[in-house]
């Protein structure tokens, strides 16, 4: 069965400051790796993705994120945060034909 | 291009009652997933379809049901509700089957009485 562990309930970062939020995964086979992040009351909008290629993936509102086979990481990175990235971030995996598992999700509060 | 759109974005039912709630996919899009959303348990996967094809299926109680029609719409019932179905529940879309990502609906919040 595959996995998602996101080991921090909450990330306090400052405004400006570089932000990452964990990520480890377990799965059979190769993975495929995404971020998404869920504004209250709203639905999750996808950030980034890892399948195949380059380990560094960069994504949507510069996001980053590093694929690290030999740790099963995917930690999710931000040079600058912004108030505006507060929200909630979710990690989940998949391989082929199977279905998304998610993380329990990182609450991230960004402060000026 | 329009998103995934799910309708309604919010209903009140009371306990024992029925639900059902629909997912427009992204046109093209053929595999529609849904997902329950709750506090406690976060984000469970609920069932998968492709091309009219329940292909797979999480572990919920045979009160959760779905389908999905020719035209890749796809709609979810709940039977028999119970206070514990209160959550979000999310449709999301994506191309073919098999997972290069998915694009989530707003979600139709569910609040059983």
């Known amino acids: 069965a595959q996995s998602v562990a996101q080991p921090e309930d909450q990330v306090n970062v400052a405004e400006g400051n570089p932000l990452t939020v964990k990520c480890t995964y377990s799965?059979?086979?190769?993975?495929?790796l995404f971020w998404y992040v869920q504004y209250p009351n709203r639905g999750l909008q996808f950030l980034l993705k890892?399948?195949?290629?380059?380990?560094l993936v960069k994504g949507s509102y510069g996001f980053e994120a590093e694929f690290n086979k030999s740790q099963t990481s995917f930690h999710l990175k931000k040079p600058s945060a912004l108030v505006s990235d507060s929200a909630l971030y979710f990690c989940?995996?998949?391989?082929?034909?199977?279905?998304?598992?998610f993380g329990k999700g990182t609450m991230l509060l960004v402060s000026p | 291009k329009a998103g995934v759109t799910q309708t309604p974005r919010y209903l009140i039912k009371t306990r024992g009652q029925q639900v059902t709630l629909s997912c427009s996919p992204i046109?093209?899009?053929?595999?529609v997933s849904w997902y329950q959303q709750t506090p406690g348990q976060g984000l469970q996967f609920l069932f998968e379809y492709f091309s009219e094809t329940q292909r797979n299926k999480g572990n919920f109680p045979g009160r959760f049901s779905g389908r999905q029609f020719s035209n890749s719409r796809s709609e979810m019932n709940v039977s028999t509700l119970e206070l514990g179905d209160s959550a979000l529940y999310l449709c999301?879309?994506?191309?073919?089957?098999?997972?290069?990502?998915?694009?989530f609906g707003s979600g139709t919040r569910l609040t059983v009485v």
């Open positions: 046109s093209g899009h053929r595999s």
């Open positions: 999301a879309s994506s191309l073919a089957e098999g997972n290069y990502g998915y694009t």
């Open positions: 989940a995996v998949s391989s082929p034909y199977s279905t998304l598992t």
């Open positions: 890892y399948i195949t290629g380059d380990n």
């Open positions: 799965v059979s086979g190769n993975p495929y």
